[in-house]
Structure formats: C-alpha cells, structure tokens
C-alpha cells in the first residue's frame, strides 16, 4: 500500500488493475492560468480512466474579492461535499494530477491534508507521462456512492497577512517566496498589480521540486535544496523556527510545502493570500 507522497504511473496502473477492494479516487488537476478553460477542455478530450475533474477557480478556490489574493482557500463544506460526492471517505486513497509540474495538483493535496485527510498522493510525471504508456478514455467517471468526506480544518497550518506583517523582520521565522526570481526580484510581473517581493523573504522558485518532464526529484535532494536555510534538520530547535511559504496567490506555494514535507521538514504554514493579497493593500 502506499507509503509515500508520490506514486508512480506503473503503481498506480497496478492499483486501477488490482482484483482488490482498494479505495481509490483520482483527480484530474489540470489547468493554466492564461486560458482558464483549457484544463477541463482537456480533461474532456482525455483523461486517465476513471478520474474526476476539480478546476482551480471553480473547486479549488473561493471567487476573489478586493483582498485575500487571486485564489482564496476554498470553502471546506462546499469543497467537502464535492470530495464525498466523488465517493471520498477517510479511508480513500486520493490519487491528484496535473500535466504542470504538481503546479495544480499540489494545491489538492495540500488543501486535503489541510482538511485531515492524508491519504493523498501526486502522480510523478503527471498525464503526459501516463498517457505515454497506459490507457486514457473520454468517458465520465461511474456514479459513485457517495462518501462521509468531513473536512477537519488544521486552522494552524495557515497565515494572514497580520501574521506575516508581525513576523517579516524575525530571526525566529522564515518567509519563503514560491515564485521564479524574477518575479521575486521584481523586474517583471505578469499578473498581479505590483511587483516585488515581501521584504525578508527567501525566494526559492516551486519549479526546482521536479524535473523539467514533471518527475520529482529524490528526497535526498529535497533535503538538499532547503539545507541553505535549513542546516540541520534533526535539529530539536528546528521546530521552532516558524516556516511560512508563499507565491503569486497561494497555488504554486503547495509545489514547495509538498517539497518540505518529503524533505521531513515539519511545520509550514501558507499564506493563502500570498503576494497578490499583500500587494492590495
């Protein structure tokens, strides 16, 4: 059964092909950002068998408002029932992809873990890499029963912009900026009304959890990517050092706690409303 956060297209095939009684749900995350339609598009066109549709805007997130950034958390009771009617219960094993390096599928998983529900993995390579060697189809998932999905929010796992403003300038906490450098450094922004980053932060860019082809890198490299700013991680102090990731909006952050959590760096908390609930104000 599965012990990890990542699972592999060929196990994941063994498991859709298993005689067993395995509880098993996928979920299709595909989406970009310059064309808000293209991922269930595609999605319709073709998709691993038996997987569910969940779009960034419409499932994943709450509609924006003045404040709170692009993406705001979804609310858990609608998202909630959306995840029971798929037939998702606490024992289901939650299987997210996307086609964008976890950029999407990352912020279900998150977002599940956020609700208690760790039975939840991303599939390394994404569809690109399924659909080169297993089956894919156009048909919509069966009917399921459905499921006693009750989210239980870890309230402590997220941060506002209080928070952040409070903390910017400790030594006993980390801000970590999700997004490319450029952004970071400021000399461009393609999407959010100003450009920067919020002053204290380390920028580490979410693309450099995987490969360029959507693999995720091994965990002695995850451990090795955050050892600049994180030496020791069997420290007993390390703990305390208080860990909030940000990006654009809350989305792409998750690429970089999916990463902190292989890594076995416990404790990071999102800023939902990353960058674009701060430059609002």
């Known amino acids: 059964m599965l012990t990890s956060s990542i699972v592999t297209a060929a196990t994941l095939n063994s ?17 970009a950002l310059g064309d808000r339609d293209l991922g269930r598009q595609q999605y319709e066109t ?13 499932d994943l997130s709450s509609p924006a408002g003045v404040h709170g950034g692009r993406h705001p958390l979804p609310d858990d009771r609608v998202l909630g029932d959306k995840l029971a009617a798929m037939g998702i219960s606490s024992d289901t094993l939650v299987v997210a992809y996307d086609d964008s390096r976890f950029g999407f599928a990352a912020r279900l998983w998150w977002l599940l873990r ?5 039975r939840v ?43 952040v403003r409070a903390i910017q300038h400790s030594a006993a906490h980390l801000l970590i900026d999700s997004r490319e450098p450029a952004r970071y450094l400021g000399k461009t922004e393609p999407i ?9 932060a380390v920028n580490y860019p979410w693309q450099g959890v995987t490969t360029p082809e959507g693999f995720c890198l091994p965990i002695q490299e995850q451990q090795q990517r955050w050892s ?7 420290s007993s102090a390390q703990p305390q050092l208080e860990k909030i990731v940000y990006c654009g909006s809350g989305v792409t952050a998750c690429v970089n706690l999916f990463s902190l959590e292989l ?19």
């Open 15 to 31: 498991y859709l092909s298993s005689v067993s009684n395995l509880d098993i749900k996928i979920v299709d995350c595909r989406f």
């Open 46 to 58: 073709a998709h691993i068998p038996g997987a569910y549709y969940l779009d960034l805007n419409r």
């Open 114 to 118: 956020y609700y208690g529900h760790d």
């Open 121 to 163: 993995a991303l599939l390394d390579g994404g569809y690109s890499n399924w659909q080169a060697g297993y089956p894919v189809t156009s048909d919509p998932p069966a009917v399921a029963v459905p499921g006693n999905f009750q989210p239980q929010l870890q309230s402590d796992w997220i941060v506002d912009i209080d928070r």
């Open 192 to 200: 959010d009304p100003a450009a920067g980053h919020i002053p204290s």
């Open 228 to 234: 600049a700013i994180l030496p020791d991680l069997a």
């Open 263 to 281: 890594a076995g760096i416990a404790g990071a908390k999102l800023y939902p409303g990353s960058w674009s609930d701060w430059c609002s104000y």
